[in-house]
């Protein structure tokens, strides 16, 4: 056993409360060298005559400690060069110390990892004393119910829509900018089709019938270009998309129906006619705004008549280069007063149901810290999204943030799926790793995606295959957490990124003879699936062996048993005796015969009830 690989962090995703009484504890070994891992865990100050004290070990030497118990840990996944081994455990006070026995593979090495040393286990003698070992033991030292990470229940079970308002459905005509384009013109950066806040309330049947239960808006707020994402006025909703009245009503009618509206929060900088930065602007270091603002030096104007702005050279921090959003600071009273009074004021007077959080991880943790105790003051299930795409594991521990767009699973399935730049082993590693990755709870809120407004859609990464678009769909359907579609993916519209062409935010397809009917479908039946097979999103699952190919992969979870074929042609697919028999195809909702040897026609998932 490599002891180098071993590894375990207390308070971390490697040893968490998952809910009032409940532990998580996780620990890494090197991949395939460790056949059992028992957990060794108990009360710390449980003894045999109650001595507590004495020795800098633990304890006091003339007792012994009678808190330890036994728990064998399940192999939670695999990635790349380690296996990851979990177990819960409800302490009975609360409180815990822990250490963990590894078995290799051949039954001859035992080994004792605990927080300072890793000990060898010759004899029944040598684990007794190894294992009495107070001072080595790990410490979870109080249960603390206020630090649990507790997220919103509703989330487990709902499925988003994502719309880009400027691009959904024009239900206002009279409302739109005056330089509108036609519906379904070419989108670049800079124009305008219409879209707005109406069109959503008058195709909500569209988005009921489709199955969903909560809608993701990118911003709404009074802003100037057609993303919003450059922030005017954070209490007014922009007026080509209908004013605060539209929200107002798209929130009484979604609710109705049992729909639950995110917002976008763009917290990080403000657009370039932000009224508080029009004063910076204007009065440079007299602006009573001046600090709400990260400034390297005044005046803060840019030239717009000078032929060469240096972007990495600006008076000012932005988000990215661009110089229309500058950067605000979170850090300063003021600044951070009047953003988290805009937080609450959407939940209190328009009851919004959740924030998502952009550009998430350039913001300091303290203003989310205080952002989440706000928010969650007067709404305790509203759901706070962080827009991260790499590793959020220190923005979802139970202070921030509840969950983060998924990121991660969505380049997963499109390596696998999409661009086949991956193995069906490598594809299943990484599914584990961006689980292991963090609490369970979080996991079970996660917001997965497979496209959104900032990458290219679905089905132009899949180069048109409709056929691997609804694999992609079906894996982002198997995971924990809510699934989203990105508006018109259900039916087929592609789209990317080609110079100053936004491919990926053209208007939503309404002609029904142009809409793909049949991916629409299965969407829908996926949606409903999951609202009528509930092991479908179980966290726990099984990666069966069933066969070594590239392109297959099967693999339980509860009562279904899911099998995919990645490849282009027919594959044989070997199941374990106790799989076999006829069951119902879910998906077709069909009667099946599965054998020891079952044969998957190519690009084809299917989800069997067992
Ligand atoms: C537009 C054009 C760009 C052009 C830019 C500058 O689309 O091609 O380069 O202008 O002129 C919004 C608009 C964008 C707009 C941008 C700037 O939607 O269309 O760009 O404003 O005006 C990182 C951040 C992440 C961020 C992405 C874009 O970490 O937070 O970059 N996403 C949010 C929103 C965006 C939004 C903004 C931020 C700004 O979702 O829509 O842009 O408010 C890797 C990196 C990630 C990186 C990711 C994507 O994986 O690791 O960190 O995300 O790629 O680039």
Redesign the pocket.
């Known amino acids: 056993i490599t002891k180098s690989a071993l590894h375990h962090i207390p308070k971390s995703q490697m040893a968490y409360a998952y809910d009032k009484d409940t532990l998580h504890i996780r620990m890494r070994s090197a991949i395939g060298e460790v056949k059992k891992v028992t957990l060794w865990i108990g009360d710390p100050y449980k003894w045999e005559d109650g001595g507590l004290g004495g020795n800098l070990e633990g304890g006091n030497v003339n007792s012994i400690w009678t808190g330890g118990e036994r728990h064998e840990m399940i192999l939670e996944g695999q990635i790349e060069l380690f296996d990851c081994w979990f177990c819960e455990f409800t302490p009975p006070h609360k409180r815990a110390r822990y250490g963990f026995i590894l078995e290799d593979m051949t039954g001859n090495e035992r080994l004792f990892f605990g927080e300072k040393h890793i000990e060898v286990i010759k004899n029944s003698t040598d684990e007794t004393k190894v294992l009495m070992n107070l001072g080595n033991l790990f410490c979870f030292p109080f249960l603390n119910q206020i630090d649990v990470l507790t997220v919103p229940n509703w989330v487990k079970t709902t499925v988003w829509y994502q719309i880009f308002p400027e691009r959904f459905a024009n239900g206002r005509p009279n409302i739109s900018p005056k330089n509108v384009e036609p519906w379904g013109s070419t989108p670049t950066?800079s124009n305008f089709m219409g879209g707005d806040i109406f069109g959503i309330i008058d195709n909500l049947d569209y988005l009921i019938d489709l199955g969903i239960t909560g809608i993701y808006l990118?911003?709404i707020f009074t802003a100037s270009?057609n993303?919003k994402?450059?922030t005017i006025d954070y209490y007014n909703i922009d007026p080509h998309f209908g004013g605060n009245e539209a929200l107002k009503l798209l929130v009484e009618k979604a609710h109705k129906h049992g729909i639950k509206i995110m917002l976008?929060a763009?917290f990080?900088?403000s657009g370039a006619n932000f009224p508080k930065w029009l004063d910076v602007v204007k009065n440079g270091e007299q602006s009573i705004y001046k600090d709400w603002f990260w400034i390297n030096r005044f005046p803060v104007h840019l030239n717009d008549l000078e032929e060469e702005i240096d972007y990495w050279n600006l008076p000012y921090e932005t988000?990215?280069?661009?110089a229309?959003?500058p950067k605000l600071n979170t850090e300063n009273p003021e600044c951070k007063a009047f953003l988290l009074d805009v937080a609450t004021y959407w939940i209190k007077e328009f009851d919004i149901d959740g924030w998502r959080l952009?550009?998430?991880?350039?913001i300091d943790h303290q203003f989310w810290r205080d952002f989440r105790k706000c928010v969650k003051a007067i709404k305790p299930d509203c759901y706070i999204l962080g827009?991260?795409?790499?590793d959020g594991n220190p923005w979802v521990r139970g202070d921030q943030y509840d969950a983060l767009m998924n990121?991660p699973l969505a380049t997963a399935i499109n390596a696998f799926i999409s661009h086949r730049t991956i193995t069906a082993k490598q594809f299943m590693q990484d599914l584990d790793q961006a689980r292991i990755n963090y609490p369970r709870q979080a996991n079970e809120v996660m917001f997965n995606l497979l496209d959104?407004?900032?990458?290219d859609r679905l089905l132009s990464l899949c180069n048109g295959n409709k056929h691997s678009a609804k694999l992609a769909y079906l894996l982002l359907f198997l995971q924990p957490g809510s699934p989203c579609i990105y508006y018109g993916g259900e039916i087929g519209l592609d789209g990317k990124?080609q110079g100053s062409i936004?491919g990926a935010?053209k208007c939503m397809q309404w002609d029904i003879q142009k809409q793909g009917i049949d991916l629409k479908n299965y969407i829908k039946r996926l949606i409903e699936l999951r609202k009528i097979e509930p092991d479908l999103h179980l966290h726990e699952l099984t990666w069966l062996d069933i066969g070594n190919d590239d392109n297959c992969i099967g693999l339980q979870k509860g009562s279904t048993l899911i099998l995919i074929n990645n490849s282009l042609t027919d594959k044989i697919f070997h199941l374990s005796n106790h799989l076999t028999g006829q069951h119902q195809e879910l998906i077709t909702n069909k009667p099946y015969q599965l054998e020891s040897t079952t044969t998957i026609p190519g690009l084809c998932g299917c989800i069997f009830k067992i």
């Open positions: 950066g990118c911003p270009a993303h994402y450059d976008d763009v990080n900088h988000f990215s280069n661009v229309n959003m952009d550009v998430a991880n350039e827009e991260i795409w790499h990121y959104s407004h900032d990458t990124k936004e935010r």
